[in-house]
């Protein structure tokens, strides 16, 4: 049995399609069950709280772990607490209690990380400290890091074509000239779903990317040639992260919560360490365009874009 968390979530809930799809035995877990779009057994879980985690992990030899706290705080016991305390404690809370239940391996999708010696933003760092934390609980457990997945659903390449497309100029600062190499949905999702199956990436954090090198410049430029706007993004001259965060916020209609510490994590190149994953994976991840092209199609299956 696999139990895959942060189900009602974007990359948790195309997981939980693929592991569905393949006939793999697949329990879910969310604060809200209702809320999870499949035909699956789900249990009510809240890692923060540590509710229902020891149902939820009862009998699972693997366990996907894809929840993140960047939300708007809410109410009551922790609900105050930063992302990042709130992720520590949830990393915690969600280790202990896959010790308690024999868990095999935890499966972990985190954020890429700047080369060492750079300074990390709050985000990154605290990807990292939930990566070490899993990592050091369960021995066999794989953490797996990327940038930006490319898909309908993945909240951060949805708020760059909402840019693209409200936005006669686009309010990146300085470091629009910072490189990462973002990946496909597919192959992000074949990784995943991959990854109990592969024994040499047992115990080992490795970085998961897409075969092209971008600046957030080009990639903005790439969405809209591929949207067909032709417009000359880029052009407004803001220089500080908190103003440009707020613009982005209120322009793409996300909650600040999520647009400020992702915009923090711009502020240095995202790279990968090397080719490890797609190596002991034989994965060969698809280009850029093909990932925004097909992202974009399935976007406007669901609704239009304005732009376009
Ligand atoms: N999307 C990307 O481009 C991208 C890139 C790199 C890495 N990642 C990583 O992928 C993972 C998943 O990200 P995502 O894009 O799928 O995020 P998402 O769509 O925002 O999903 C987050 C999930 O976490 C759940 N969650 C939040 N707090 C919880 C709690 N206290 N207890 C239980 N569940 C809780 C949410 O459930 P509710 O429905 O209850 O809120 C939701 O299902 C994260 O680790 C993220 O760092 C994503």
Not at 207 to 222: E, F, H, N, Q, T
Request: zero cysteines; proline letters at 7%.
């Amino acid at each position: 049995m696999e139990l895959v968390t942060g189900a009602t979530g974007y990359v948790g809930g195309r997981l939980l399609e693929r592991l569905l799809r393949e006939g793999r035995p697949v329990r879910a877990m969310a604060r809200d069950p209702a809320a999870v779009q499949a035909d699956v057994e789900v249990v009510r879980g809240d890692v923060v709280s540590g509710e229902g985690l020891d149902a939820a992990l009862d009998g699972t030899a693997s366990a996907y772990y894809l929840v993140h706290s960047m939300e708007a705080p809410a109410a009551g016991p922790n609900g105050g607490a930063s992302f990042g305390a709130r992720d520590r404690r949830a990393a915690r809370n969600f280790a202990a209690a896959a010790s308690r239940a024999g868990v095999e391996r935890v499966v972990y999708l985190g954020g890429m990380a700047p080369a060492p010696g750079t300074t990390l933003s709050p985000h990154l760092r605290s990807r990292l400290e939930v990566e070490r934390i899993l990592l050091d609980a369960s021995p066999k457990s794989i953490a797996l890091r990327a940038s930006i997945v490319i898909g309908a659903r993945s909240d951060s390449f949805r708020i760059l074509v909402r840019l693209v497309e409200r936005l006669r100029l686009l309010p990146f600062p300085a470091w629009r000239r910072h490189r990462t190499q973002p990946i496909d949905e597919r192959d992000a999702i074949e990784y995943l779903a991959r990854a109990p199956l592969v024994p040499e990436a047992a115990g080992r954090s490795l970085d998961i990317a897409g075969p092209d090198v971008l600046s957030y410049g080009d990639m903005i430029r790439r969405i809209a040639d591929l949207m067909g706007v032709g417009r000359a993004p880029l052009g407004l001259r803001l220089s500080q992260t908190p103003a440009a965060s707020a613009v982005v916020s209120a322009v793409a209609g996300y909650p600040l919560e999520l647009v400020r510490p992702l915009m923090q994590s711009l502020e240095t190149d995202l790279l990968p360490r090397d080719d490890d994953a797609k190596r002991l994976f034989r994965i060969r991840p698809r280009s850029f365009d093909r990932a925004v092209e097909w992202a974009l199609r399935e976007w406007e299956r669901a609704e239009p874009l304005a732009a376009r």
